[in-house]
T-cell receptor, first 114, second 110 residues
Framework: SAVISQKPSRDICQRGTSLTIQCQVDSQVTMMFWYRQQPGQSLTLIATANQGSEATYESGFVIDKFPISRPNLTFSTLTVSNMSPEDSSIYLC???????????FGQGTRLTVV | RKEVEQDPGPFNVPEGATVAFNCTYSNSASQSFFWYRQDCRKEPKLLMSVYSSGNEDGRFTAQLNRASQYISLLIRDSKLSDSATYLC???????????FGTGTRLQVFP
């Protein structure tokens, strides 16, 4: 398994501002992902964070709104830009040691936009 | 049809009961299957991988039926601490990403 530290654990932000969430893994991993989870819903994949190149976004998510960095094999950030109340959600990072293997998750960031 | 479908529940069972969850997946070429557990306001955690031959871990048994494209999770002798949401997860054709079901909520009562 891998230990993933995600921060902040929660934040309350003003609309129009941006928040950057950080995810640190305790060992090198092949894959890192960012998810969003609305209350009572399942996880929705935002994007795959690619090391050294642009992230791969899922339908409905764009780089301008959710810029992602992954400078190395253990660290990634997700920025939620120009926030609106609709962005209020839990954001989770995950990592897989190898493609298609089990995923491990950070503790999540509970974001509230007011 | 959704890629991964689960009965959302909730399943309300007494302590000691046996409960089973099913999950169906649409991509017949899917290779990897998992059950995750998610407690309220917590991140999902891997409960067990699901192997073709079926596998057991204590009170938990997972089975895969490729012909019918479903996965099951059986929990025997339910404990109060088993109360959580159980997520069925599929990796279709060894792509990069995992597909999560919406989860089945289990509530075990005394």
């Amino acid at each position: 398994s891998a230990v993933i530290s995600q921060k902040p654990s929660r934040d309350i932000c003003q609309r129009g501002t941006s928040l950057t969430i950080q995810c640190q893994v305790d060992s090198q991993v092949t894959m890192m992902f960012w998810y969003r989870q609305q209350p009572g819903q399942s996880l929705t994949l935002i994007a795959t964070a690619n090391q050294g190149s642009e992230a791969t976004y899922e339908s409905g998510f764009v780089i301008d709104k959710f810029p992602i960095s992954r400078p190395n094999l253990t660290f990634s950030t997700l920025t939620v830009s120009n926030m609106s109340p609709e962005d209020s959600s839990i954001y989770l990072c995950s990592a897989e040691r190898d493609r298609g293997t089990e995923a491990f998750f950070g503790q999540g960031t509970r974001l509230t936009v007011v | 049809r959704k890629e991964v479908e689960q009965d959302p529940g909730p399943f309300n069972v007494p302590e000691g009961a046996t409960v089973a969850f099913n999950c169906t997946y649409s991509n017949s070429a899917s290779q990897s299957f998992f059950w995750y557990r998610q407690d309220c306001r917590k991140e999902p955690k891997l409960l067990m991988s699901v192997y073709s031959s079926g596998n057991e871990d204590g009170r938990f048994t997972a089975q895969l039926n490729r012909a019918s494209q479903y996965i099951s999770l059986l929990i025997r002798d339910s404990k109060l601490s088993d109360s959580a949401t159980y997520l069925c997860v599929v990796n279709p054709y060894n792509t990069d990403k995992l597909i999560f079901g919406t989860g089945t909520r289990l509530q075990v009562f005394p």
